[in-house]
Nanobody, 113 residues
């Protein structure tokens, strides 16, 4: 059974930072591309960042230079380091095992003063 569990979301002030984590089980984590997506109220789910098994990364233009995706295959864990957050980053953030078509349950990130 594939399971992706996100953590690390919360309330942060504009300009602040958060690190999201996603721990996977039930998949061969090291062989697949992984990604972070987000969905704001009333909006579609959008790509934030992806990382291949070889470590190649891709980012949405809106987060380039502020967010960093990384993975620790030994821990079956995906990370998203978010810095210089702004209110437009407020959304539910989802972890995805792209190669397996699996999604986590999401973690809420709220950026507000």
């Amino acid at each position: 059974q594939v399971q992706l569990v996100e953590s690390g979301g919360g309330l942060v002030q504009p300009g602040g930072s958060l690190r999201l984590s996603c721990t996977a089980s039930g998949i061969n984590f090291s062989v697949g591309a992984m990604g972070w997506y987000r969905q704001a109220p009333g909006s579609e789910r959008d790509l934030v960042a992806t990382i291949t098994s070889g470590g190649m990364t891709n980012y949405a233009d809106s987060v380039k230079g502020r967010f960093a995706i990384s993975r620790d295959d030994a821990k079956n864990t995906l990370y998203l380091q978010m810095t210089n957050l702004n209110p437009e980053d407020t959304a539910v953030y989802y972890c995805a095992a792209v190669a397996f078509g699996a999604w986590g349950q999401g973690t809420q990130v709220t950026v507000s003063s």
